[in-house]
């Protein structure tokens, strides 16, 4: 199972819009529906951000959104604010029981 | 509401072995999958398992396979993570986080450092 591929680093000044990809293959994110976004501010715990690559759970502003095309999923959060400066990992059903994570990539507001 | 609370944190020598518990409330124990992610210094989120607390079933990562052991005790609610033979790369952050149907992680304990080193 191979890491995901996310950039290392994304930025955007507020209230700009910042969009972070994570590309997989054909047995992992282009295969299922199931591609994940969490966010992780320093010191904490991830945090559950959008599920089933364009869901989001309650509590999780529309300013975050997903998509999916082919192999590569991507994360957009609009209207940025101070607060999402965070890192933010995607994640992968990869099929046979197992999951995989991308190697996350750290949003700077500018 | 739902919580992840885990053990504190471990500093163990090269070859020895640590165990992580993640004790659960505020749900069923045995109606959710329970996974284990770990973070290493400057690394990213590395998916290592599941255990199922219902029947006990479990799947591991290949890069952990014969190292890595996972139980849980439906009476206390609580998962544990086992590791063995430790190198000084497995220094880092262990997190449990329960699983859901979407094959997502709602919820997420806070961790518990573990530190391998001579």
């Known amino acids: 199972q191979s890491a995901l591929t996310q950039p290392p680093s994304a930025s955007g000044s507020p209230g700009q819009s910042v969009t972070i990809s994570c590309t997989g293959a054909?047995?992992?994110?282009?295969?299922?529906?199931?591609v994940s976004w969490y966010q992780q501010h320093p010191g904490k715990a991830p945090k559950l951000m959008i599920y089933?690559?364009?869901k989001r759970p309650s509590g999780v502003p529309d300013r975050f959104s997903g998509s999916k095309s082919a192999n590569t999923a991507s994360l957009t959060i609009s209207g940025l604010q101070a607060d999402d400066e965070a890192d933010y990992y995607c994640s992968s059903y990869a099929g046979s029981d197992t999951w995989v994570f991308g190697g996350g990539t750290k949003v700077t507001v500018l | 509401q739902v919580q992840l609370v885990q053990s504190g944190a471990e500093v163990k020598k090269p070859g020895a072995s640590v165990k992580v518990s993640c004790k659960a409330s505020?749900?069923?124990?045995?109606?959710?999958?329970l996974h284990w992610v770990r973070q290493t210094p400057g690394q990213g989120l590395e998916w290592m398992g599941w255990?199922?607390?219902?029947?006990?079933?479990?799947s591991y990562s290949q890069k952990f396979q014969g190292r890595v052991t996972m139980t849980s005790d439906t009476s206390i609610s609580t998962a544990y993570l086992d590791l063995s033979g430790l190198r000084s790369d497995d220094t880092g952050v262990y997190f449990c986080?329960?699983?859901?149907?979407?094959?997502?992680?709602?919820?997420w304990g806070q961790g518990s450092p573990v530190t391998v080193s001579s």
């Open positions: 986080a329960r699983g859901r149907t979407d094959n997502s992680f709602d919820s």
């Open positions: 054909s047995s992992d994110v282009g295969r299922y529906k199931y």
């Open positions: 505020g749900y069923t124990f045995s109606d959710y999958y």
């Open positions: 255990i199922t607390p219902h029947s006990g079933g479990t």
């Open positions: 089933e690559v364009t």
